[in-house]
């Protein structure tokens, strides 16, 4: 994480987790304030959800990373550990690899807590994620709470196991 911020003038936070040989990267090109990851209950693979509060002009937003697991069960107590630690934050971002699809309880709860899905609020196309090589379900995603959705996208590119969501928001 550190490379790639480095070669793209970014900021970084990176929590490690599974072993310490992947783990969760958010990049900002905004100036990060405060910072911190924490490991989610994890019973198979060990995932993390990291923080980053950022500096947008005068303006903090609060933006969260997380890697879910690839089990219901195991997937429900990751989220209720990373909900609670983030909190009512707003503005704030909340996205990474969630494991769930539109239709999922994963979904439900995370709109519940009031963030939306930017595809949804701007009628963008939810096109799938997963895996890279032709996709086939959305299990990505970038959730925002307190901001205004311009655009939304995912790109057509094998730069992951997973296709990148771009999504461009504004501060109200």
């Known amino acids: 994480a550190l490379w790639l911020a480095r070669r793209l003038g970014m900021q970084e936070v990176y ?10 990267a958010l990049l900002t090109r905004f100036p990060i304030t405060e910072a911190d990851t924490r ?24 933006a ?13 107590r990751q989220l209720d550990d990373a909900l609670a630690y983030v909190g009512a934050a707003s503005p704030a ?26 595809f949804v609020v701007g009628g963008f196309d939810p096109a799938p994620t997963s895996p ?7 299990i990505d995603f970038v959730w925002a709470r307190g901001l ?11 730069a992951s196991d997973h296709r990148m969501v771009v999504i461009v928001l504004a501060l109200p």
């Open 64 to 76: 969260y990373g997380v890697w879910m697991g690839l089990e219901p069960e195991e997937r429900a």
């Open 148 to 158: 205004e959705v311009r655009n939304a996208r995912v790109l057509d590119s094998l």
């Open 93 to 118: 971002v909340f996205g990474g690899d969630f494991n769930s699809t539109p239709d999922s309880p994963t979904y439900a709860r995370i709109r519940a807590a009031g963030f939306d899905d930017p």
């Open 39 to 62: 490991l989610l209950t994890s019973q198979l693979e060990q995932t993390a959800i990291v923080h980053a509060r950022v500096q947008v002009g005068d303006r903090a937003l609060d």
């Open 15 to 24: 929590g490690p987790a599974l072993e310490g040989l992947s783990g969760v």
């Open 132 to 138: 890279a090589i032709e996709p086939v379900e959305r």
